[in-house]
């Protein structure tokens, strides 16, 4: 029987949990009932590389090629080219006509028509898929809009075409919880993400090219550099235990790229904290392996991916209280949640660097953790069938 089409639409490439639970998706076949095309309407980044040979990657018109550019950076970048495409965008967000333009990049981009169309990011992904002529269309929420809402500067046409998906499904409780606030849609559904364990833990058998150190506490860091991961406090953090002469016994090491990197490593250089910027790795779990403690500073997380994925290396974390930490960790058991205020990362770090014997406890208790996919792998399946 000849499979139905499925085309699973992105906005870029981007380091980060959505790019990551997309490969996994794909590498654990959850999509292998289709013949599936993936399209990723600005072609920026460096993930979506290590998937399976039988997917096709499309990339969209250089009409979307400002859609997760701020208007800021265009204007600063001075290239005149990008902030007319951008002004024209804003100019067809705001007055509906985007919905025209989508039908016309879609012609240019789309050679066949698809039985089922699914919007994998929050924001603009939306509007793509629900302007297209795909028989069904889903819509994957990763966002919790209260802290974060990508649609809120267009939101009358977001209010207009979002109860017109077929089924929406939300990470969390919290993401949908919040998503529900804002929008007035009743076909949601939690399905929490997807892990590939055997991929992580085969990856973290590699050899790590972070330096640890006994006398040290080895701290990891794994995101985008962005202003709600939080890595702004966290140095501050860092100052301020070096003025307790607590700073010399940690070791904290970031792995990521992002806006806010090159000013993060000034005030480190300036302040001369001696934090490790690493940049991106497409290998971080043999990092995350080989230190002591994962660290996750974040203003708001709305499911915590790199949590679980730090369990599943048996390394222990210390994160800000979210809704989704909160659900994910057992405190003083596996992990320190702390209060989501710098404060509360200065008082959590302290207490540890204080007790190394806290660390042992929290990686004794992850010796026999597990994260089992097999259920939430059956539901999407059945999800994607339901006509």
């Known amino acids: 029987m000849k499979k139905k089409n499925l085309l699973i639409v992105v906005d870029e490439k981007q380091m980060g949990g959505v790019s990551i639970l997309l490969e996994d998706m794909l590498n654990l076949d959850v999509f292998g009932a289709y013949t599936t095309d993936i399209l990723v309407l600005h072609n920026n980044g460096t993930r979506l590389k290590n998937i399976p040979k039988n997917i096709n990657i499309i990339y969209g018109s250089k009409y979307f090629k400002t859609i997760d550019l701020p208007l800021k950076e265009i204007i600063k970048s001075k290239k005149i080219g990008l902030l007319l495409s951008k002004i024209r965008l804003i100019f067809e967000m705001k007055t509906g006509l985007i919905k025209k333009r989508i039908k016309k990049e879609r012609k240019k981009i789309l050679n066949k028509k698809y039985d089922l169309e699914i919007a994998f990011k929050d924001g603009f992904t939306a509007l793509f898929t629900i302007f297209g002529d795909s028989d069904k269309k889903i819509h994957w929420l990763h966002y919790e809009y209260k802290n974060i809402n990508p649609n809120r500067r267009y939101d ?9 998906f077929d089924k929406i499904i939300a990470v969390s409780n919290g993401v949908k919880k919040e998503f529900m606030k804002i929008y007035d849609v009743e076909n949601i559904e939690i399905i929490p993400n997807l892990i590939n364990s055997e991929k992580i833990v085969k990856m973290s058998k590699e050899k790590a090219v972070i330096p640890t150190y006994k006398d040290k506490l080895n701290i990891v860091l794994v995101g985008r550099i962005h202003e709600v991961k939080g890595y702004d406090r966290l140095l501050k953090v860092v100052e301020r235990l070096r003025e307790i002469n607590l700073g010399d016994k940690l070791s904290i090491n970031i792995i990521g790229d992002g806006p806010l990197l090159e000013s993060m490593k000034q005030i ?9 910027f690493w940049g991106e790795m497409d290998n971080p779990y043999k990092e995350i392996k080989n230190c002591d403690l994962f660290m996750l500073p974040s203003y708001y997380e709305a ?9 599943i290396l048996k390394t222990p974390v210390l994160a800000t209280k979210t809704a989704a930490t909160s659900s994910l960790i057992d405190n003083e058991n596996n992990g320190l949640i702390v209060e989501n205020t710098e404060d509360g990362l200065y008082e959590g770090l302290k207490y540890l660097l204080e007790d190394n014997n806290k660390i ?14 097999t259920d939430k792998i059956k539901r999407i399946k059945e999800v994607l069938e339901e006509w």
């Open 268 to 276: 480190n250089d300036e302040k001369k904290l001696n934090v490790n």
């Open 156 to 164: 009358k046409i977001f209010q207009q075409t979002i109860p017109k």
């Open 303 to 311: 499911f915590g991916l790199v949590v679980l994925e730090a369990f």
């Open 360 to 373: 042992e406890k929290y990686r004794e208790n992850l010796k026999h953790y597990k994260y089992d996919i």
